[in-house]
């Protein structure tokens, strides 16, 4: 269930695994498991993100028409499964969510159609994306050749990201913190 690290979620098969949404309850050695979500035939589950009200999350499953990658919403007690991304895009997938503080959504996506270079494009790119919480009013964020990954929120509201500097590169397996505004302004390196 792990892409190489040169790929996203969209080099992945859709299928063929045993997994789930388990819930630890309490957070202890002793605490009690339970399935929140199993999907059905086999379908990979994952990029879990938790909404900041822990009362929802959002998680990559393949589904839609296209059969693509796609972002989904569940409740925290397995009720109100709904796709988030509207699944438009035949050729597109969407996945590795996260909620942000005004209640829309930032998202990885191959909607921006570029390939890896090294490897003549023959494995998507995808690049941040923010949504509504409804899946319409998608706007692009970052336009770059290689991969953005994992968006999360920083305390200070900023959208931190991981990012694939390939180009003009010695090293082409260089992943550099980056972050940025909610509305994709001020991208930057980060430092701690």
Known sequence: GLPQNWQGNCALPRNGYDNEIAVLSPVAPGGNERTLYRPDGGAFVGDVDLDFDADRMLFSMPGGEHGRWQIWEIGVDGSGLRQVTLGEEPDADNYDACYLPDGRIAFCSTRCFHGVPCVGGGNTVANLFTMDADGRNCRQLCFDQDHNWCP??????????????????????????FHMNPDGTGQMEYSA
């Open 152 to 177: 999360t929120v920083l305390n200070n509201g900023r959208l931190l990201y991981a990012r694939w500097e390939y180009s003009d590169s010695p090293h082409y397996f260089t992943r550099l913190l």
